[in-house]
């Protein structure tokens, strides 16, 4: 028989609240456009902290859970600041501070999202930060349901897992926060026109 408490192989369906250090609201599942979360847990598909702080938990209840940067998104990296040609860009005449944009990195085609810092004459200053990078959260989380994952979900799941792990190195998924492999709890793109 399964155990409804949230544990490996469990699917889980979460509503959610995100808060920055200073308590401003960054997202929630609540929100206009904003839905609930469903993951398979012990997969990775969370920050660190907070699915680790799920752990355990059961339908119905609801948790504060605080995840510094190293369990979440990772430190801040100034070196992910950089200047790239404006003629490179999609849509170079439109693009604006706030956009975001995918890029693939020179010899392995990894895919970078990238986020629009400042517009230049010729050149424009991005970031490859994650936007919650270097950030303390604030979770409120109220856990939906607990069941059984299916055989589907779970394989599902894990060849995510593989994936994002195989995007950053073998291991390197793990360490310095998450990847892109996750489900995503924090600030929405937006897109280029």
Known sequence: MFDSLIQANSFVQVDYILKDEGGAMLDSSTMEGGQSIGYVHGYGMLVP???SALHGMRAGEEKD???PPNDGYGAYDDELVFAIERAELPNPDTIEAGDEFIAQTEGDDTEVELRVLEVR???VIVDGNHPLAGKTLHYTIRVLSVRPAT?????RAARAYDDARGAF?????DEGG???G???LGKRPRALN
């Open 49 to 51: 902290g907070l699915e």
């Open 65 to 67: 859970i605080v995840v």
């Open 121 to 123: 004459d010729d050149e």
């Open 151 to 155: 055989d589907a979900e779970i394989e």
């Open 169 to 173: 190195g073998e291991g390197d998924g």
């Open 178 to 180: 998450a990847s892109s």
């Open 182 to 184: 996750l489900v995503q």
